[in-house]
Structure formats: structure tokens, C-alpha cells
């Protein structure tokens, strides 16, 4: 009897903690895509072009200031005027720390993000006696963006824009603007955090 109470009280536990932590966690994973801008010399070099990506948000309910993995890709064209390459694609991965505003009684939810992380460069068809190939450097990320939860408690699409600042002395390794758009899945937390009370 002893064993059957000492398992039942466990068993109790188990269950008041994991509905606990459904209740105060959120997570989500999306996709995103939109254009990427050079700016500075970079600019001189490569016209806009486009990005993919992923992210992952793990959000705690109670606590204001989330953890978000980004990941992207980039391509960009060369300008005619560049004599050096045919072309820039860039390979990023970021921790970022973010922070939604829930607005009363609305389904937009502004947020900002920022974090570091690690960009990899990499030209096409290097044209010059010593080439800059690839390389990988230190970055920023910093913006933010806006979701709308007001349709469906599990998808919310959203909008974003990021500064992504390359550390490094060549021309390649400046500045970017990114535009996105994108959606994401949400699992457990209080997944219409326009709508909460």
C-alpha cells in the first residue's frame, strides 16, 4: 500500500510539473525569405539580392526576453563595374535574444531581436590574382518585426527586418539589410499572447 501511495504521489508530481512547463514555455519553428540589401562597399559590388532561412524561439510565459536560433542563406549578383567575382553568397547562423510586446486586446505582436553569431562568405568564380574565396567572421544581428496571431492559435505569419553587420576589413564584410516574410508553428505556452488576458 505504502509502494502504491509513494508511486501515486510521484506520478502526481510528474504530471503538475510537465503541465507547469507546457504552461510556461512556448516554442516555435518557422521559415522565412525576402531580400537582402548590401550597403557601404559592398554596395559597389553586388546588387540586392534574396535569402532563406529558418528559426527556432524558445519563449518562457513569465519571463519577458526569449532565446531565437536564426539561420539564412543570401545571394547576391554582382554590379556590372565588378571586376573581382561573379557573384556573393552568404551562410548565417545567429543566437538572438528577442523581446515580444503583447498589445491589449490586439493579435499583433511587435517584437525585437538581437544576438551574435557567425557568417560565412564565400565568392563565385574569384577573377584576381589573390582572390578573396571564403571566409567566416563574427557578426550582428539586431531588428525586429511584427506577427499576427489573430486567425489560428498554432501559425502565425510575421514580417521582419535585421541588420546583419559582417566584422572584417574587406568590402565584402560590411553591412546588410534584410527584409523578410514568413510563418511560423507554435507548441504549448499561451500561443495567442494578442488575445491574452
Known amino acids: 500500500m505504502a509502494l502504491l501511495t509513494r508511486g501515486l504521489a510521484v506520478a502526481l508530481v510528474a504530471m503538475t510539473v510537465a503541465g507547469t512547463a507546457q504552461a510556461q514555455t ?31 524561439r524558445w519563449m518562457p510565459a513569465d519571463f519577458p526576453v526569449g532565446i531565437q536560433l536564426d539561420g539564412g542563406y543570401h545571394h547576391f549578383n554582382r554590379k556590372d563595374l565588378n571586376t573581382l567575382d561573379l557573384g556573393l553568397n552568404i551562410t548565417s547562423l545567429f543566437l538572438n ?4 510586446v503583447s498589445l491589449e ?44 496571431r489573430g486567425w489560428s492559435s498554432v501559425f502565425a505569419p510575421f514580417i521582419d527586418f535585421r541588420l546583419m553587420g559582417v566584422f572584417g576589413s574587406d568590402p565584402r564584410e560590411t553591412s546588410y539589410l534584410l527584409f523578410n516574410v514568413g510563418g511560423k508553428l507554435i507548441f504549448g505556452g499561451a500561443q495567442q499572447r494578442g488575445k491574452k488576458k
Open 105 to 148: 486586446a490586439s493579435p499583433l505582436v511587435p517584437y525585437l531581436v538581437g544576438g551574435i553569431g557567425l557568417a560565412h562568405l564565400s565568392v563565385e568564380d574569384p577573377r584576381t590574382i589573390n582572390p578573396f574565396e571564403s571566409t567566416t567572421q563574427m557578426a550582428l544581428d539586431l531588428g525586429g518585426g511584427l506577427e499576427f
Open 26 to 56: 512556448e516554442w516555435s519553428i518557422g521559415v522565412t525569405g525576402g531580400w537582402s540589401i548590401p550597403t557601404q562597399s559592398a554596395n559597389d559590388l553586388y546588387t540586392a539580392g534574396y535569402n532563406i532561412g529558418g528559426t527556432v
Open 97 to 100: 535574444a528577442v523581446f515580444p
